[in-house]
């Protein structure tokens, strides 16, 4: 896994273009089977795919933190939301909350996460590839191709899959 992930960025970085090209039309003229097919893609890919091998998306990036997320969060922990707030979070950019720090503070030496019962909406849905509206998230899927393998394997099948219709 060390070795596909030490690679996964640069193969990224070569099928940027690629993919912008793709997902465009993909937004033009999603095929109204689209959702059904990721999902297909998207559990075939992790029937195969054991993502404590790898935990590069806890270990490189942070979740976005809803307020519903951080009542739950902080609740476990039996702190104030305020102080779950003080302790691990930060407003970025675009006044959303998000980690301090990554490597997730959660994220243990084994890759299991210490709230994966509680984990953030974000967590429970990365890398977003079975998603609803798939087409209308193509910036964050090509950005989750760099960080997850499973991601960028179902983008190079989706393509292939759909080459006909393009």
């Given at each position: 896994?060390?070795?596909?992930?030490?690679?996964?960025?640069?193969?990224?970085?070569?099928?940027?273009?690629?993919?912008?090209?793709?997902?465009?039309?993909?937004?033009?003229?999603?095929?109204?089977?689209?959702?059904?097919?990721?999902?297909?893609l998207h559990e075939?890919?992790?029937?195969?795919?054991?993502?404590?091998?790898?935990?590069?998306?806890?270990?490189?990036?942070?979740?976005?933190?809803?307020?519903?997320?951080?009542?739950?969060?902080?609740?476990?922990?039996?702190?104030?939301?305020?102080?779950?707030?003080?302790?691990?979070?930060?407003?970025?950019?675009?006044?959303?909350?998000?980690?301090?720090?990554?490597?997730?503070?959660?994220?243990?030496?084994?890759?299991?996460?210490?709230?994966?019962?509680?984990?953030?909406?974000?967590?429970?849905?990365?890398p977003h590839t079975?998603?609803?509206?798939?087409?209308?998230?193509?910036?964050?899927?090509?950005?989750?191709?760099?960080?997850?393998?499973?991601?960028?394997?179902?983008?190079?099948?989706?393509?292939?899959?759909?080459?006909?219709?393009?």
């Amino acid at each position: 896994m060390e070795e596909i992930l030490k690679r996964l960025p640069e193969k990224a970085k070569d099928k940027k273009k690629e993919n912008r090209k793709f997902f465009s039309k993909l937004k033009k003229r999603p095929p109204k089977d689209l959702d059904s097919l990721m999902v297909e893609l998207h559990e075939d890919e992790f029937s195969r795919t054991d993502c404590l091998t790898c935990a590069n998306c806890c270990k490189t990036t942070g979740p976005l933190f809803t307020q519903k997320d951080i009542e739950r969060i902080s609740k476990h922990f039996r702190m104030k939301p305020g102080d779950f707030i003080d302790t691990y979070l930060r407003l970025d950019e675009e006044n959303d909350y998000v980690l301090q720090q990554v490597p997730c503070p959660f994220l243990g030496t084994d890759n299991y996460c210490s709230i994966y019962e509680k984990r953030p909406k974000a967590c429970r849905e990365y890398p977003h590839t079975d998603r609803k509206d798939f087409h209308k998230i193509s910036g964050i899927t090509i950005r989750n191709t760099a960080v997850c393998p499973a991601a960028y394997n179902i983008v190079e099948e989706m393509k292939k899959r759909l080459k006909t219709n393009f």
